[in-house]
């Protein structure tokens, strides 16, 4: 699993990334290995968002992060939004037991 959490600047462009997330192309549900993807935000924290994407393995995950379709996939986010760089983190789990 892959956890992608990323924080938006400007509180007031929240809602546009929860209808992007919701209007998303869908281009890594294609991906060879992709197994399912969950978009959270924190109730205490609403500027932040965590994309969770399951996968076969770490090869199919690492494939899908280095192909054109990730960039084109990520540059769809609304325009004009600014990231707090400092909370822009992705992490990659082992999946232990469900």
């Given at each position: 699993?892959?956890?992608?959490?990323f924080?938006i600047?400007d509180?007031a462009?929240?809602?546009?990334?929860?209808?992007?997330?919701?209007?998303?192309?869908r281009?890594v549900?294609e991906?060879?290995g992709?197994?399912r993807?969950?978009?959270?935000?924190?109730?205490?924290?609403p500027s932040?968002?965590w994309v969770?994407t399951?996968?076969?393995?770490?090869?199919?995950?690492?494939?899908?992060y280095?192909?054109?379709?990730?960039?084109?996939?990520?540059d769809?986010?609304?325009?004009?939004?600014?990231l707090?760089?400092?909370?822009?983190?992705?992490?990659?789990?082992d999946h232990?037991v469900?």
């Amino acid at each position: 699993m892959a956890m992608s959490r990323f924080e938006i600047k400007d509180t007031a462009k929240i809602g546009a990334v929860r209808e992007a997330f919701r209007n998303r192309p869908r281009l890594v549900d294609e991906a060879e290995g992709f197994v399912r993807l969950d978009v959270l935000q924190p109730q205490d924290t609403p500027s932040e968002f965590w994309v969770l994407t399951y996968w076969r393995d770490r090869a199919a995950f690492d494939t899908w992060y280095e192909s054109p379709a990730f960039k084109v996939a990520h540059d769809r986010l609304p325009e004009g939004i600014k990231l707090v760089q400092s909370a822009t983190r992705i992490s990659v789990f082992d999946h232990i037991v469900s």
